[in-house]
């Protein structure tokens, strides 16, 4: 059974970095994975982030665009989430998903001075 677990959130004042990851275990096949990234404000719905496909290629919302970058290294079965220039409005739970049915527990990231 695939599973899905994130780190590498906490505390950061604006303008600040944090590099989130997302390991999967269970799975010899995490190369071929098209990864995502979500995250869930306090009372909103859970949003899409961005979004690194099996080659790497990249998308990403508009809200966070110039400002996250999502890699991966396949030789650890493991997605990032490198966020810079942080915002109060980038508080949330943020969550990796594997192929649109598989999700993480989630990690959270909270800004603010």
């Known amino acids: 059974q695939v599973q899905l677990v994130e780190s590498g959130g906490g505390l950061v004042q604006p303008g600040g970095s944090l590099r989130l990851s997302c390991a999967a275990s269970g799975t010899f096949f995490f190369s071929t994975y098209v990864m995502h990234w979500y995250r869930q404000a306090p009372g909103k719905q859970r949003e899409w982030v961005a979004t690194i496909s099996r080659p790497g290629n990249t998308n990403y919302a508009d809200s966070v665009k110039g400002r996250f970058t999502a890699s991966r290294d396949n030789a650890k079965n493991t997605v990032y989430l490198q966020m810079n220039s942080l915002k109060p409005e980038d508080t949330a739970v943020y969550f990796c998903?594997?192929?649109?049915?598989?999700w993480g527990q989630g990690t959270q990231v909270t800004v603010s001075s």
């Open positions: 998903n594997a192929q649109n049915s598989i």
